[in-house]
T-cell receptor, first 113, second 112 residues
């Protein structure tokens, strides 16, 4: 069975440019998470979806970050415009439900110059 | 607020040494507790979990016991291998099932 797929794996952009990350969760998983992981730190939740509904986006900086999960399957996380401090690894995870095991994708490493 | 504290790394051990990585948490109620591992170049994966007090999670020779009285979930392994070199994250899910919180991670290096 395929795991959580993320693309791209690496992205280098200049500040003020837009960037988008894509996630394809494990088939049948209703819950999808986007995390931000800074170097040497644990993942921090940005947003959680139950199907197509964002049920927890309290940590998402809404002035520049946006996310969507159309049809309750794939999800896209966007940053516009990117800032130097956005350089990090962006992780996507999915699970059957909130209390079930989360499966993580390999992440997208973003570098903002 | 909710938080997880882990022992600082990096932890460097020789092969076959005993491993302990301490983890304590601050949360309301009775959270579920997890250890995730991130091998070099790979995504996080669940190592083990425990959902109620005194439960012991185990996998791949690793163990951790849910200690409610000390709010701890220390990770142990009796004999580490080079292939155990990775970053280990302690985490919990609060008992409302709403907040999933990770610790900062502890890097383990096992030398042959």
């Amino acid at each position: 069975e395929a795991g959580v797929v993320q693309s791209p794996r690496y992205k280098i952009i200049e500040k003020k440019q837009p960037v988008a990350f894509w996630c394809n969760p494990i088939s049948g998983h209703n819950t999808l998470y986007w995390y931000l992981q800074n170097l040497g730190q644990g993942p921090e939740l940005l947003i959680r979806y139950e199907n197509e509904e964002a049920v927890d986006d309290s940590q998402l900086p809404k002035d520049r970050f946006s996310a969507e999960r159309l049809k309750g399957v794939d999800s896209t996380l966007k940053i516009q415009p990117a800032e130097l401090g956005d350089s990090a690894v962006y992780l996507c995870a999915s699970s059957l439900g909130i209390e079930d095991t989360q499966y993580f994708g390999p992440g997208t490493r973003l570098t903002v110059l | 607020g909710n938080s997880v504290t882990q022992m600082e790394g990096p932890v460097t051990l020789s092969e076959e040494a005993f491993l302990t990585i301490n983890c304590t948490y601050t949360a309301t109620g009775y959270p579920s507790l997890f250890w995730y591992v991130q091998y070099p170049g790979e995504g996080l994966q669940l190592l083990l979990k425990a959902t109620k007090a005194d439960d012991k999670g185990s996998n791949k020779g690793f163990e951790a016991t849910y200690r409610k009285e000390t709010t701890s979930f220390h990770l142990e392994k009796g004999s580490v291998q080079v292939s155990d070199s990775a970053v280990y994250f302690c985490a919990f899910l609060d008992n409302y099932g709403q907040n999933f919180v990770f610790g900062p991670g502890t890097r383990l290096s096992v030398l042959p």
